[in-house]
């Protein structure tokens, strides 16, 4: 089992910017597939970016163009910044592995 822990969320102005931290416990971190998931509240989890061990990325539509996801195998952390927000950004955001998910951590937009 992998332990991740999420961090960086906060409350920003519609157009501000936010960076999201994920960091994973294991020593082949590098070879994870990572991915961010993101919850609205009264809806479902929603898929928002993936990064493979080859840095291949992947993204919702919705967040095409305004979020970027890296990694740092050094520092067996996962990053999502987001750039551009917008009001339906505003969810609990989480990072996952395989089965294994963070606590999450609160993104609010204001308009």
């Known amino acids: 089992q992998v332990q991740l822990v999420e961090s960086g969320g906060g409350l920003v102005q519609a157009g501000g910017s936010l960076r999201l931290s994920c960091a994973a416990s294991g020593r082949t971190f590098g070879l994870y597939l990572m991915k961010w998931f993101r919850q609205a509240p009264g809806k479902e989890r929603e898929f928002v970016a993936t990064?493979?061990?080859?840095?291949?990325?992947y993204y919702a539509d919705s967040v095409k163009g305004r979020f970027t996801i890296s990694r740092d195998n050094a520092k067996n952390t996962v990053y999502l910044q987001m750039n551009s927000l917008k009001p339906e950004d505003t969810a609990v955001y989480y990072c996952?592995?395989?089965?294994?998910w963070g606590q999450g951590t609160q993104v609010t937009v204001s308009s």
């Open positions: 996952n592995k395989d089965s294994d």
């Open positions: 990064i493979d061990r080859n840095r291949s990325r």
